[in-house]
C-alpha cells in the first residue's frame, strides 16, 4: 500500500478574504473583520481552503518536502489535501491524496 497523490500541475491564484463570495465569506466564519480579509486561501475542487488551515511539511526530514510538497490539509485519517506553493507566492499547485 502506499500514498495515492492526483494532480493536474496548475497553478491557482491565492485569494483573499475581500475576494471571497458570500457563501464562502460563510464557510470560514471562524475568521473575522480584519483577520478574514486579509487571510489567504486558495479555490480547489469547488471549495476554497484557508491557507492557515493547511499544516507545514518543510525541513529536510518530512518526506512531503522531500516529494516536493509544502504542506498539506487533511480532511480524514486517510485523505486530504497537498499544496506546493509557487515561487512567485502567489499561486500554488494542489493535489488530492489517499492512503
Do not use: Q
Not at 496548475?10 to 478574504?17: E, L, S
Not at 475542487?45 to 512531503?64: K, Q, V
Amino acid at each position: 500500500m502506499g500514498i495515492h497523490i492526483r494532480t493536474n500541475h496548475a497553478p491557482r491564484d491565492i485569494i483573499y478574504g475581500f475576494e471571497l463570495t458570500d457563501a464562502e465569506r460563510a464557510e470560514h466564519d471562524y475568521l473575522t473583520g480584519d483577520e478574514l480579509w486579509g487571510a489567504s486561501f486558495v479555490r480547489y475542487r469547488g471549495r476554497t481552503y484557508y491557507l492557515g488551515d493547511f499544516t507545514s511539511a518543510t525541513g529536510e526530514d518530512n518526506p512531503l518536502a522531500t516529494l516536493g510538497w509544502d504542506g498539506f490539509f487533511a480532511d480524514s485519517a486517510f485523505s486530504g489535501i497537498f499544496i506546493k506553493i509557487m515561487p512567485d507566492c502567489e499561486r500554488v499547485i494542489c493535489a488530492t491524496y489517499c492512503a
